[in-house]
C-alpha cells in the first residue's frame, strides 16, 4: 500500500536527494567520510611530490639488479649480475665520481679520440701491460725520466740514435761493455751536428746552437 501524508512527502525527499538520510547516519558517520577524503588527498600530494629515499633497488628482465644507496660522504650505485658479483660500483661524492670495475673485462673504446688528463696518473697491471700502436709514438717529458727494471732490457728497432742536448753520454757496466761493429766510428764527424728530429735541429740551422 503506497504511503501518504507526510510519510509520502519524507520518502519522496529522501529518493530526490540522498543525503538527506544524513540524519540516519549521524554526525559520526559524515565525520569519519570527511576524514578519508582529506586522508586521501594527503597520500596524492606526497606521491606527487619527491621526498628522496635513503636506499633502492630494481632487477631488471635482464636478472641485473641495481642499487642506489645515499651516503653521507657519498652516494653509491652498484650493479651486480645475475648471480649477485658486483660488475659495477659509483660512488659520487664532494670530490666528485669514482669508478671501479670489478668483472674479469673492461673494454673502452673511442671511434675518434679517448683523452686521459690529471695532476696525477698511475697504470698499475699486476701481471702484464701491453702497449700498441698501429703508428707513431711521441713522449714529451718536462721533468727526469728514470727506469728501473728488475729484468732484462731490450731495446729492438730499425735504426738506433741518441743524442744529449745539454752535456754528457755515460755508460757504465759492473761487467764488460761490449761494443760490436762491422765499423765502429770515434769522432768520425769532425763538426757534428744534431740529428735532424731533435729539438734543437732548428736552433742550430738558424745559427743558435749550443
Avoid at 39 to 45: I, K, Q
Avoid at 106 to 111: K, Q
Avoid at 181 to 210: Q, Y
Amino acid at each position: 500500500m503506497p504511503p501518504s501524508g507526510a510519510n509520502h512527502t519524507a520518502a519522496a525527499h529522501t529518493a530526490a536527494n540522498p543525503t538527506a538520510s544524513a540524519p540516519l547516519e549521524g554526525a559520526g558517520a559524515r565525520a569519519a567520510r570527511g576524514a578519508d577524503s582529506s586522508f586521501d588527498l594527503v597520500v596524492d600530494l606526497a606521491a606527487a611530490v619527491d621526498l628522496g629515499v635513503d636506499r633502492e633497488s630494481v632487477t631488471l628482465s635482464s636478472g641485473r639488479r641495481y642499487e642506489l644507496e645515499a651516503g653521507d660522504c657519498a652516494d653509491r650505485l652498484v650493479v651486480r649480475s645475475r648471480s649477485g658479483q658486483v660488475l659495477l660500483r659509483l660512488e659520487v661524492g664532494e670530490r666528485g665520481p669514482v669508478l671501479s670495475f670489478d668483472s674479469a673485462e673492461v673494454e673502452l673504446r673511442a671511434r675518434d679520440r679517448l683523452k686521459l688528463s690529471a695532476p696525477e696518473l698511475t697504470l698499475r697491471a699486476d701481471d702484464k701491460l701491453t702497449v700498441e700502436c698501429g703508428g707513431d709514438v711521441e713522449e714529451r717529458i718536462a721533468g727526469d725520466h728514470h727506469t728501473c727494471v728488475q729484468g732484462d732490457e731490450r731495446l729492438e728497432a730499425g735504426s738506433v740514435q741518441l743524442q744529449a742536448n745539454d752535456d754528457d753520454v755515460k755508460v757504465r757496466a759492473v761487467n764488460t761493455i761490449a761494443l760490436d761493429g762491422e765499423h765502429i766510428g770515434l769522432n768520425d764527424e769532425p763538426c757534428p751536428t744534431p740529428f735532424d728530429w731533435s729539438a734543437i735541429a732548428d736552433e742550430h740551422a738558424d745559427g743558435g746552437a749550443r
